[in-house]
């Protein structure tokens, strides 16, 4: 009984951060998302608590504003001054660092983590605030009254100029890296979610728990269900713990998500998804023949 409830829930869970991360919208409630991602790896976790926390925070940043302060002091004054959020240095590949209620607890986290509570702290507010994939560093972006800044979640919000993105990228790169415009292009909402995600992925497949990482990519597909290279590494990951049903059902439905995205201009990227729907062919009919 216990463990029909348990896959009850976690179905559940499963639907709220679909309808959470519906493909034609760009703009998600982040936290929400990160909080039921949190429960679905804890089926005992409790969201009202930190619900309220965020709320806190939200509250606590309008306040700043309403006595002057300028956006991104107001966000830095209460999210790192007020309350302690900021990078894990020590433990940085911590799975806890990459999990929203664990960073929440622990005021730590990794850069993509605690991003998430920095933009719904600033979209509270009215303002836009977008993740920006920054070249081996994740920061996000803030624009309100016409200025745009960038800031270090990590860093305790630090606003970063040109000058210091470049340090930052030959720091990260090498002296010969140079910036370009395309290191500071806005991500969707989706693929925050999914870069969040994908660092509990690797960390897992690094392990050696592919039982994991299985799970994780079921949170991945529920929050982008059109990417098919998703549907793909789903199938292959369940193959490789004989999980032949799941397998079969994740070609599946990469053949039909392929089949359903536009082509490519790209020549290496056609090629790349051929030789995928050639591999997922061959590999169903081999899996379907163990079935039988």
């Known amino acids: 009984m216990a463990g029909t409830s348990t896959t009850h829930v976690k179905s559940e869970l499963l639907e709220r951060l679909a309808a959470l991360c519906p493909v034609d919208d760009a703009t998600i409630d982040v936290v929400e998302a990160g909080l039921v ?54 433990t940085y590949d911590d799975l806890q660092n990459a999990d929203l209620a664990s960073v929440i607890d622990r005021r730590r986290g990794l850069p993509v983590a605690l991003s998430l509570i920095w933009l719904q702290a600033a979209r509270a507010q009215g303002w836009t605030c ?30 970063l100029e040109p000058a210091d993105l470049r340090r930052l990228l030959k720091t990260v790169h090498g002296a010969d890296a140079e910036l370009r415009p395309e290191y500071v292009t806005a991500l969707s909402d989706h693929d925050v979610l999914l870069r969040l995600e994908n660092n509990i992925k690797v960390r897992q497949l690094r392990s050696g728990d592919s039982t994991g990482a299985t799970a994780t990519l079921q949170h991945m597909t529920a929050i982008a269900p059109d990417r098919p290279e998703l549907w793909f590494e789903a199938g292959a990951l369940n193959a490789q713990i004989d999980a032949v049903g799941a397998a079969c059902r994740a070609f599946d439905r990469f053949l039909a998500v392929d089949a359903q995205t536009p ?30």
Not at 57 to 64: G, K, Q, Y
């Open 37 to 90: 991602l949190s429960a679905l790896r804890r089926s005992d976790l409790q969201l009202a608590p930190y619900r309220t926390h965020m709320a806190t925070l939200c509250a606590d940043v309008a306040a700043r504003v309403r006595d002057r302060q300028a956006p991104p002091d107001a966000l830095c004054d209460v999210l790192a001054n007020g309350h302690g959020y900021r990078g894990d240095r020590e």
């Open 263 to 292: 082509p490519s201009q790209d020549m290496e990227v056609s090629a790349a998804r051929a030789k995928a729907r050639r591999d997922a062919t061959a590999l169903l009919r081999e899996l379907r023949r163990r079935l039988n």
């Open 130 to 159: 977008v993740g920006v994939a920054f070249p081996g560093h994740f920061l996000i972006q803030l624009e309100s009254d016409g200025v745009r800044t960038i800031l270090d979640p990590f860093n305790e919000g630090t606003a």
